[in-house]
């Protein structure tokens, strides 16, 4: 028997079969290009299929957890059109002469990590939502279809992070629970957890790994633990 500990975002217990959920990862090389404005109309193309994807996730959490949490998405499609966040990629693609997945991967970074840096732990949930939505145009401009998370029976999913439009996408019959190694019980995705009545317990610390498939375990989100092949 092994136990976490970390922090309860919703107060339920669930027990189950672990399931592990790995992104995919998108390695993102810096690509020297002097076409600049063919990049920049990438990226613009780019954000207009998100946005149509964040208007469907938005279309889906309003039938399901109401206007006030599908608000969300709102935020997210906003974020897409913020001002300093588009300069900065079409800075960064115009004076380093780089490609569009870069320049919106380090442009992910900077406001992530100026987020994070902030007093207000609020605002400092707000970094996750920063790297959602630039993942999401990563994804787009790399043809990555990473995203929806599905499973054949009811399971615990264990992952590093989940973001909003992974929860909001969740088949809820097929989830027991979800645990995290990282994330904030101030973030979008905790709120929603507890709008869904989702037991989840976050930071937990422990980075998943395939050794956890299949394993029985219990989520205690009311003192935020987990543990692992209990007796």
């Keep these: 028997m092994t136990k976490y500990t970390g922090k309860g975002v919703y107060g339920a217990v669930a027990m189950g079969k672990i399931s592990v959920f790995k992104k995919q990862d998108t390695a993102i090389k810096r690509i020297h290009t002097e076409d600049s404005e063919g990049e920049k109309k990438r990226v613009a193309k780019a954000k207009q299929a998100a946005t149509e994807q964040l208007q469907s996730i938005y279309d889906k959490a309003l039938r399901e957890v109401g206007e006030t949490n599908a608000q969300i998405f709102e935020i997210h499609m906003m974020m897409l059109e913020d001002d300093d966040y588009n300069e900065s990629i079409e800075n960064i693609i115009d004076s380093q002469k780089v490609n569009a997945e ?51 029976k009811p399971v615990i999913i264990a992952a590093n992070d989940l973001v909003p439009s992974e929860i909001m996408q969740l088949d809820k019959d097929k989830v027991l629970a979800f645990v995290t190694c990282h994330g904030s019980i101030n973030s979008h995705t905790a709120i929603l957890a507890r709008i869904m009545n ?33 007796n």
């Design 102 to 152: 870069y320049a919106v991967a380090v442009t992910a970074d900077n406001f992530a990590e100026m987020f994070a840096s902030m007093d207000d732990p609020y605002m400092q949930a707000r970094a996750a939502d920063v790297k959602d939505i630039s993942q999401r145009l990563i994804n787009v401009l790399t043809h990555n279809h990473d995203g929806v998370i599905s499973f054949e």
């Design 198 to 230: 989702i037991p989840a317990v976050v930071n937990l610390g422990t980075d998943f790994t395939k050794e956890y498939d299949g394993r029985e375990a219990i989520v205690d989100g009311y003192n935020g633990k987990l543990i692992i092949s209990p």
